[in-house]
T-cell receptor, first 115, second 113 residues
Framework: NAGVTQTPKFQVLKTGQSMTLQCAQD?????MYWYRQDPGMGLRLIYY???????DKGEVPNGYNVSRLNKREFSLRLESAAPSQTSVYFC??????????????FGDGTRLSIL | AQTVTQSQPEMSVQEAETVTLSCTYD???????LFWYKQPPSRQMILVIR??????QNATENRFSVNFQKAAKSFSLKISDSQLGDAAMYFC??????????FGTGTSLTVIP
């Protein structure tokens, strides 16, 4: 019972490099989410996908792109990394309504540092 | 946008005592959900308790309970008989009619043996 799996767990990039964070869930959830967590800021939603084939911007989407590859996978891409994107990134998934609209299952996070 | 405020960056409690973490939120919606999440040093986010806004009864999960005051837009978490394993960062979260939701900035709870 893997739940939500994120890869990699740690990554260091140079400014301007690109990178894709991978996320997969094996719970047959329809909705998936990407967050970033910064000290003193809580978790902020970057993008989410309510169902396969749809994606929507969250609170802080600038500098990111996402792909809902299939029902299981939801990737987050940084096209040109900037130091301001240094953060811990969490992927999450949730079930259909009425328990949807909030992730109940989180991955272990990816610590990303941009130099 | 809705906002969620946790005014206590840090709290501490003696083992076996009770502690209350506060959370307030701002919304014009009538239908929403509120949650408390726990994040231990392992970074894993763990759902502690949830409350549907239409329910007047306060949610309870073992040693965890909430005091939900809808008119005051307040959603506090009470931890009874605190244990060392309760030490973590606690986040309050709100989700309304859309798929977006909002977290507070967190309260770091220390449990003193």
């Amino acid at each position: 019972n893997a739940g939500v799996t994120q890869t990699p767990k740690f990554q260091v990039l140079k400014t301007g490099q690109s990178m894709t964070l991978q996320c997969a869930q094996d719970m047959n959830h329809n909705s998936m989410y990407w967050y970033r967590q910064d000290p003193g800021m809580g978790l902020r939603l970057i993008y989410y996908s309510a169902s396969e084939g749809t994606t929507d911007k969250g609170e802080v989407p600038n500098g990111y792109n996402v792909s809902r590859l299939n029902k299981r996978e939801f990737s987050l891409r940084l096209e040109s990394a900037a130091p301001s994107q240094t953060s811990v990134y969490f992927c999450a998934s949730s079930e259909q309504p009425p328990v949807a609209r909030l992730p109940q299952h989180f991955g272990d996070g990816t610590r990303l540092s941009i130099l | 946008a809705q906002t969620v405020t946790q005014s206590q960056p840090e709290m501490s409690v003696q083992e076996a005592e009770t502690v209350t973490l506060s959370c307030t939120y701002d919304t014009s919606e009538s239908d929403y959900y509120l949650f408390w999440y726990k994040q231990p040093p392992s970074r894993q986010m763990i759902l502690v308790i949830r409350q549907e806004a239409y329910k007047q009864q306060n949610a309870t999960e073992n040693r965890f309970s909430v005091n939900f005051q809808k008119a005051a837009k307040s959603f506090s978490l009470k931890i009874s008989d605190s244990q060392l394993g309760d030490a973590a960062m606690y986040f309050c979260a709100y989700v309304g009619t859309g798929n977006q939701f909002y977290f507070g900035t967190g309260t770091s709870l220390t449990v003193i043996p």
